[in-house]
T-cell receptor, first 113, second 116 residues
Framework: GENVEQHPSTLSVQEGDSAVIKCTYS??????FPWYKQELGKRPQLIID?????GEKKDQRIAVTLNKTAKHFSLHITETQPEDSAVYFC????????????FGTGTSLTVIP | DTEVTQTPKHLVMGMTNKKSLKCEQH?????MYWYKQKAKKPPELMFV???????INESVPSRFSPECPNSSLLNLHLHALQPEDSALYLC???????????????FGPGTRLTVL
């Protein structure tokens, strides 16, 4: 099955700096890559996603890049703010796998004011 | 309605109790999921229902029993749980694979379960 690795496990940045979280996946058939943000005690919320036919997607301060050849995708957050502090999970899935998402192990991001 | 709701928000139960967790969505999704999540860990898939039929059971112990009475509701029946089962239980929904090219999943707020 699919194996998703995520790095780093913890990340601290100064407010206003950029943060980058990286994930790799093993199954070349994976074709959908969502990123979830989970604040303490709350539900995971989808913040951005990318399909395998796209190399990059941006939504305001958040962007995701996908390199299918290398089988990795990354989350980029620019101009970080304290409210960006949360645990971020990447995931990968393949159409036809019975809707199964394979999650990365998570990155705990702290933005220092 | 673009939300997945779950009840109760918190549940404390003894090892001999029987309780149920409930999940509801009105987005017309035909796939629903139960996940178990420990603190700062990723959600662990337990069960998937597709068109009200159980399609994935990730080798979950029989003390957890899922039920999908209709396309909007998903239950998780709990019996004889162990303290290590204490966790956040998340429900999610999506369109099933084959219906849409990609399966964005929407999570409910979860039920915080404590087993004494």
């Amino acid at each position: 099955g699919e194996n998703v690795e995520q790095h780093p496990s913890t990340l601290s940045v100064q407010e206003g700096d950029s943060a980058v979280i990286k994930c790799t996946y093993s199954d070349s058939a994976s074709n959908y890559f969502p990123w979830y943000k989970q604040e303490l005690g709350k539900r995971p919320q989808l913040i951005i996603d990318i399909r395998s036919n796209v190399g990059e997607k941006k939504d305001q301060r958040i962007a995701v890049t996908l390199n299918k050849t290398a089988k990795h995708f990354s989350l980029h957050i620019t101009e970080t703010q304290p409210e960006d502090s949360a645990v971020y999970f990447c995931a990968a899935t393949t159409r036809g796998t019975g809707n199964q998402f394979y999650f990365g192990t998570g990155t705990s991001l702290t933005v220092i004011p | 309605d673009t939300e997945v709701t779950q009840t109760p928000k918190h549940l404390v139960m003894g090892m001999t109790n029987k309780k149920s967790l409930k999940c509801e969505q009105h987005m017309g999704h035909r796939a629903m999921y139960w996940y178990k999540q420990k603190a700062k860990k990723p959600p662990e898939l337990m069960f998937v229902y597709s068109y009200e039929k159980l399609s994935i059971n990730e080798s979950v112990p029989s003390r957890f029993s899922p039920e999908c009475p209709n396309s909007s509701l998903l239950n998780l029946h709990l019996h004889a749980l162990q303290p290590e089962d204490s966790a956040l239980y998340l429900c999610a929904s999506s369109q099933p694979s084959g219906r849409a090219a990609y399966n964005e999943q929407f999570f409910g707020p979860g039920t915080r379960l404590t087993v004494l």
